[in-house]
């Protein structure tokens, strides 16, 4: 029996319709992780950046993956076709996943797969961008600097608001 009022947080993130809506141990209605002690804390940052690093790897290899496939297939490959061939559809299933990331965020284990896609989609972007770096300088220095440096930046900053710890949420 469903009511309308059902809110899964009044019972601690489980629905019995779909099991455990989170995929943190943390029960974030007893308040905010930033007021949780500081194991809890640096395990739930540890758990954060280390889903973000396999983001940007999974994204960056699918980028690099599609454009070793159009300079080796001088843009004939299947990839570099899917991808060159139709961007808007590059750019619809970015969206949609983007919306399905959404929707699939509560939902342990479908929301690491809605990720993984997204990520993978986020690469067929990317790839585009390096494409056109490689095809107007004949080599990957560009992207390997813009990669380089983005590291250092947020590792900076990361660095940064760890040691400081200072808080950054608005």
Known sequence: NFEMSFNPDQRGGFDPRVGNTRSNPY????????EAPAETRAAFLQ??????????????????LILQNAI????????????????????IAYIAMAFGAGFAARVKGVNIVVYLLFTMVTGGLLSFAFIYAYAATGSYAVIWNAFGLTALVFGGLTGYVLISGKDFSF
């Not at 080796?72 to 750019?91: D, F, K, N, W, Y």
Request: neutral net charge.
């Open 72 to 91: 080796e297939t001088q843009m004939q490959g299947p990839l570099a076709r899917l991808v060159l061939g139709s961007p808007i559809v590059v750019m």
């Open 47 to 64: 758990k954060v950046y280390m889903t973000l690093f396999a983001g940007v790897a999974v994204a960056m290899g699918t980028g690099f």
């Open 27 to 34: 029960d974030v209605s007893i308040g905010p992780v930033a």
